[in-house]
């Protein structure tokens, strides 16, 4: 009786445990989504309004970068059983509209 209640105690915590496992996993995902996000929209912008040929030249690489890490994001949110965000958060969406606002080199 006390070697079945053990197991079941175990399964129970091991149970627990997978569920808050799979919270965080999705809440990295979220997050890194939206950060992720915000970095190729925000590079975008860059070459858009920029007109220094280097600032083009970083913006372009963080393009780059950043669509190999959604990608990357995507198969280990797939694993995860998590959905990457489709929008930006209230916070980033903010951040966006003011360098939108902004014009320089």
């Known amino acids: ?11 129970a915590f091991s149970s627990v ?15 890194a989504s939206i950060g992720n996000m915000f970095e190729q929209q925000a590079a975008q912008l860059a070459l858009e309004k920029a007109t220094d040929p280097e600032i083009k030249q970083f913006a372009q690489k963080m393009l780059t970068d950043h669509g190999s890490a959604e990608r990357a994001l995507q198969d280990a949110a797939q ?5 990457p965000e489709t929008r930006l958060d209230a916070a980033h969406q903010s951040k966006m509209r ?6 320089g080199r």
């Open 1 to 11: 009786m006390k070697r079945a209640l053990i197991v079941i105690g175990a399964i």
């Open 98 to 103: 003011m360098m939108q606002s902004k014009s």
């Open 79 to 83: 694993s995860a059983g998590a959905n």
């Open 17 to 31: 445990c997978a569920s808050a496992l799979a919270s965080k996993d999705a809440e990295l995902v979220r997050k």
